[in-house]
């Protein structure tokens, strides 16, 4: 009996989901329908995760630092940085990060915001004002501190929520993690002091309409290389992607860059649409609750038959192991399994950050 009430109204919200492909949403009503029925999807699919052993707190990212962003980077990642990216022009900017030999780069810490109770946003100034990343979409950069008290450098990856193009500065948006070495360095760090850089390390190399529909799904501080996509396909008038967002968290302070997607799907009615999942819902909540279920990816995101699409995932351990199964490695996707599997995606149609 309990299945069949939350299956009709999947149902009815995999109609709402498709038709933003080919038309604008309307206002007011509609959307509040289209969520209410999301979080009836998602918490009627509870069970899945309860019974496979991955909590909330592992999907959204409360007890580990997320995928790629926090995890000890792999001894392979610094070889995957490539030689040094085109020749500089006397019209093209200076580029930070060039690969190769060029090594760390020293960074000034310039500014700090505080974004929630855990996360903060960090801008560090290029060393010149006139240059911009030099990173390709999708890639990340290493940092490195190394204690007193510490025998190693402790490396991790991370990926800047700041535009490629932007000159003079990085920003990062950084949650901290109990027992995270970097994130709590990083959120130790005053203005004015300095932390090591390298890269760009490559990561799924985007190109302009390279797909159709791309889906992004996100669990906690997974989010930023998928706003980096993201900012990229929407920034670009040649680009006409489809992207579909569906973003994990505790709760809905730990939303992050909740203001730039909401700005994007006011921007882009037909072309982004974002669901949200919390594990602790504020009273009124009308999207998603609990975890990121099958029932809710088989409404809202592209088919595994809908043509030229692509699914990318990232955030902690519990939700790659649950949504597409863990990574082999830093630097190699491993075997396709979890939920994205059950519903008949292809391995070469998933990509792990």
Not at 22 to 50: D, F, M, Q, R, W
Not at 184 to 191: D, G, I, T
Not at 230 to 252: C, M, Q, Y
Not at 305 to 332: H, Q, R, T, W
């Amino acid at each position: 009996m309990f299945a069949s009430r939350v299956f009709r109204p999947a149902q009815q919200l995999s109609s709402h989901v498709r038709r933003y492909a080919t038309e604008s949403p309307k206002s007011g009503s509609n959307n509040t329908i289209l969520y209410g029925l999301l979080g009836v999807g998602a918490l009627g699919g509870g069970y899945y995760y309860l019974n496979s052993g991955n909590s909330t707190t592992a999907q959204h990212g409360v007890k580990n630092e997320s995928g790629a962003h926090g995890m000890p980077a792999s001894k392979n990642e610094e070889k995957n940085i490539p030689a040094k990216i085109g020749a500089v022009t006397g019209i093209a900017p200076v580029k930070a990060f060039t690969g190769g030999d060029q090594g760390f780069i020293s960074l000034l810490l310039e500014s700090v915001e505080n974004v929630s109770h855990n996360t903060k946003k960090f801008r560090f100034k290029l060393n010149d004002e006139d240059s911009t990343s030099g990173l390709p979409v999708a890639s990340a950069l290493l940092t490195k501190f190394k204690g007193p008290d510490m025998e190693k450098p402790v490396v991790r990856p991370y990926t800047p929520v700041s535009d490629e193009d932007e000159k003079g500065y990085l920003d990062f948006v950084v949650k901290v993690y109990p027992n995270g070495p970097m994130s709590e360095h990083l959120h130790a760090m005053k203005v004015g002091e300095r932390l090591d850089f390298k890269g760009p390390i490559p990561k799924y190399p985007w190109t302009a309409n390279k797909h159709d529909h791309i889906a992004l799904i996100a669990g906690g501080t997974g989010i930023t290389p998928m706003y980096q996509v993201a900012r990229a396909i929407f920034k670009n008038p040649e680009d006409k992607t489809k992207v579909t967002l569906v973003f994990g968290n505790v709760s809905e302070e730990d939303i992050l860059l909740k203001k730039e997607w909401e700005e994007l799907e006011r921007k882009f009615p037909q072309r982004f649409r974002a669901f949200y999942v919390l594990d602790n819902p504020p009273e009124g909540w009308t999207q998603g609750k609990g975890f990121i279920t099958k029932d809710l990816l088989k409404t809202t995101l592209p088919g595994p038959k809908d043509g030229n699409i692509k699914l990318f995932v990232c955030g902690p351990p519990g939700l790659y192991k649950a949504i597409a199964g863990p990574k082999k490695s830093p630097g190699e996707q491993g075997e396709l399994s979890g939920i994205l599997s059950e519903l008949g995606y292809t391995q070469e149609q998933v990509y792990k950050f």
